[in-house]
């Protein structure tokens, strides 16, 4: 997209641009001109025409009131501001099946240092036997695991783990 920008008369000083963007009328090449504001993010006209386009947005801006020194353009609110000064929590991250059922059966506790768990919490899906040593992903072998024991097992058995922590 070329642009330039459009200087004096309703225009101002450069506030608004003339851009040229090519697209395809009819199955053939042609261009669309646009008159925009870039600061506001904002487009005027748009025409197959140059002089179109630029007699479009001079329509709209006498019609804004640009050409009697009245405030260009009033951008209309969304929100009111004690909509936006709200924080609301984000919502609650979905857990899957799997990861539920991990949860119920281990009784809502780390398997090996018995810390509450949350359902929505930072906790791991643990492997008693892990796979590195063949464990599977069967139901029997997934215990749910805060993430300080986890990592401290790291490849070695439930068994081998309680063990040496036993120590």
């Not at 009328?25 to 025409?49: C, D, T």
């Not at 509450?116 to 069967?138: C, F, K, M, N, S």
Request: proline share 7%; net charge positive; with cysteine.
């Amino acid at each position: 997209m070329l642009r330039r920008p459009i200087m004096g008369g309703i225009f101002g000083q450069g506030e608004f641009e003339l851009a040229t963007q090519p697209t395809i009328s009819a199955g053939l090449h042609a261009v669309r001109f646009m008159v925009i504001q870039p600061r506001a993010g904002r487009i005027l006209a748009i025409s197959e025409s140059k002089t179109e386009a630029l007699a479009g947005a001079r329509r709209v801006l006498r019609a804004t009131g640009v050409a009697n020194d009245e405030p260009r353009w009033v951008q209309p609110r969304l929100w009111s501001d004690a909509e936006l000064s709200v924080v609301s929590e984000p919502p609650p991250r979905p857990v899957s099946r799997r990861r539920r059922d991990v949860f119920v059966r281990s009784g809502g506790c780390c398997a090996y240092c018995g810390t509450p768990l949350r359902i929505d919490g930072a906790w791991h899906v643990e492997h008693q036997l892990p796979r590195a040593l063949g464990g599977t992903d069967e139901a029997l072998n997934l215990v749910a695991a805060c993430e300080r024991c986890n990592l401290q097992k790291s490849d070695r058995t439930a068994i081998e783990f309680m063990a040496a922590r036993a120590v």
